[in-house]
């Protein structure tokens, strides 16, 4: 992947369990992921996750980005200060879409836009 290429990291925030996650994810492991394993006042969409994202590879708010479907990101993204954009490609329900596109820095409809959201605004 070119953007881990880069030095670019990955992360998941999930509401599944990790080792679900992991399987989802195939040979691609994620450098951290944080999944429902955890107490529920560490779970998404507590802002935990994301601040201990932060603290471990000493980032600032501005150097992340959280990338959800649906509310769970927005809230997460609104107590950590971390920029948040909209997975469009997701979901095609109305509500959901409206409340992303007011809430996210961005909407993105595909992950070819994603991708190229995040390699043309990656530091660096």
Not at 19 to 31: L, M, Q, S, T
Request: hydrophobic residues 40%; aromatic residues 10%; proline residues 6%.
């Amino acid at each position: 992947m070119r953007y881990r290429e880069r030095g670019g990291l990955i992360t998941v925030v999930s509401h599944s369990e990790k080792d679900v996650i992991e399987g989802n994810y195939g040979a691609f492991v994620p450098d951290l992921i944080f999944g429902w394993d955890y107490d529920a006042e560490k779970r998404k969409p507590s802002p935990w996750p994301i601040r201990e994202i932060l603290k471990r590879f000493d980032l600032e708010a501005e150097e992340a980005l959280i990338v959800d479907d649906l509310k769970p990101g927005v809230l997460m993204s609104r107590a950590t200060d971390v920029p948040a954009v909209a997975a469009g490609w997701s979901h095609n329900i109305p509500q959901i879409r409206s409340f992303m596109k007011a809430h996210c820095l961005k909407f993105l409809e595909t992950t070819e836009e994603f991708m190229d959201f995040i390699l043309l605004n990656e530091a660096g």
